[in-house]
């Protein structure tokens, strides 16, 4: 089965700009993660979707960070306006659901300058 | 948010030689325990997980060991390969969602 897509792989931007990411989970997969990992560090949860819903957002800095999952498949996360400590690795990852196996992207690397 | 706490922070082994890494939790609620092995420019891949309701899974060269009361698990990488040169992240949550991670291990095999 095709892995979670995940795009661009690549991203340079100045501080207070926007940038997005979008990801593609597979196929079935009902729960979908944002994870963000700053180098050197194990990944972070951001937010995490079932369907369509969310289930938690408790670290997602809102003020900040915007994500959605429309039609409960593909999703996209903002960050607007962006700082420099927001350089980091933004993964997604998705699941059939509960314990069974979450498979991950190979990540969006975000440079903020 | 929960921690989980993992140890070394970094580890160098000889080919053939046994690995292990450490982890700490807790937060009683978690009830799953999986390692993801990280390589560079790549997302975590599922390696091994565990319920707490065994002490011991082993799957090829990779065991995890499970201690209940004392909160702790590893993973022990037998025979160790160059290939096995990788980022290594615990994590533990609580009936798969909000998966919480360690910070990592990043494994060095020298021939």
């Known amino acids: 089965e095709a892995g979670v897509a995940q795009s661009p792989r690549y991203k340079i931007i100045e501080k207070r700009q926007s940038v997005a990411f979008w990801c593609n989970p597979i196929?079935?997969?009902?729960?979908l993660y944002w994870y963000q990992q700053i180098l050197g560090q194990g990944p972070k949860l951001l937010i995490q979707?079932?369907?369509?819903?969310?289930?938690?957002d408790s670290q997602l800095p809102k003020d900040r960070f915007s994500a959605e999952r429309l039609k409960g498949v593909d999703s996209t996360l903002k960050i607007q306006p962006a700082k420099l400590e927001d350089s980091a690795v933004y993964l997604c990852a998705s699941s059939r659901g509960g314990w069974i196996e979450a498979f991950f992207g190979q990540g969006t690397r975000l440079t903020v300058v | 948010q929960q921690q989980v706490k993992q140890s070394p922070q970094s580890l160098i082994v000889q080919k053939g030689g046994i690995s292990i890494i450490n982890c700490a939790y807790e937060n009683t609620a978690f009830d799953y325990f999986p390692w993801y092995q990280q390589f560079p420019g790549k997302g975590p891949a599922l390696l091994i997980a565990i319920r707490p309701d065994v002490s011991e899974k082993k799957e090829g060269r990779f065991t995890i060991s499970f201690n209940k009361s004392a909160k702790q698990f590893s993973l022990h990488i037998m025979d160790s390969q160059p290939g096995d040169s990788a980022t290594y992240f615990c994590a533990a949550s609580i009936w798969g969602y909000q998966l919480t991670f360690g910070k990592g291990t990043k494994l060095s095999v020298i021939p």
């Open positions: 979707f079932q369907n369509n819903g969310v289930v938690d």
């Open positions: 196929s079935g997969h009902a729960t």
